[in-house]
């Protein structure tokens, strides 16, 4: 499928609501509704449109804690990186605390988002899960005071 300019209206309207139907999101976007459904389960198949996400005030919900832990991984020898880089991130993206997960470069190898109740909760997190692991040598926490935005939408040009 060719991502078209077509497409990419389509997802900006979803990334706006992606509970509005096919009919009210024809109507924004001046298409048909067909073509608009049509688009969506095309998306879904190939694997564009891989799920359907709630925005979450987290301080209802009684999580307004959030926490960017940098990891360090053991040191080890330049032909077991890769598999090491892996390891620890298949690990980490098995655990439903952790928000995101990214491999990066720099000083740190990677960068996990957690959210919690409060500092308390996040530090036992930190020293139970994650200092646990061998492949982990050294964590830095930043714990966050405000956030200015928090979205999982992507202007698509």
Known sequence: MAFDKKDRMILMGLQQNA??????????LNMPATTIHERIKKMETEG?????????DYEKV???????????????????RKVLYKKIADL????????EAHIVTGEYD?????????????????????????????TLTLMTFYTAKDTCRLELK
């Open 19 to 28: 509970k509005q139907s096919s009919r009210d999101l024809s109507k924004k």
């Open 48 to 56: 564009i449109i891989t799920g359907y996400h709630v925005a979450i």
């Open 62 to 80: 009684g999580m307004p804690t959030t926490a960017i832990i940098l990891v360090r991984r053991m040191p080890r020898t330049v032909s077991d």
């Open 92 to 99: 980490t993206a098995k655990i439903p605390d952790i928000q």
């Open 110 to 138: 990677m960068v996990l988002k957690i959210r919690g109740k409060n500092e308390k909760e996040v530090g036992a997190f930190i020293v139970d899960t994650i200092w646990n692991m061998p492949e982990v040598e050294r």
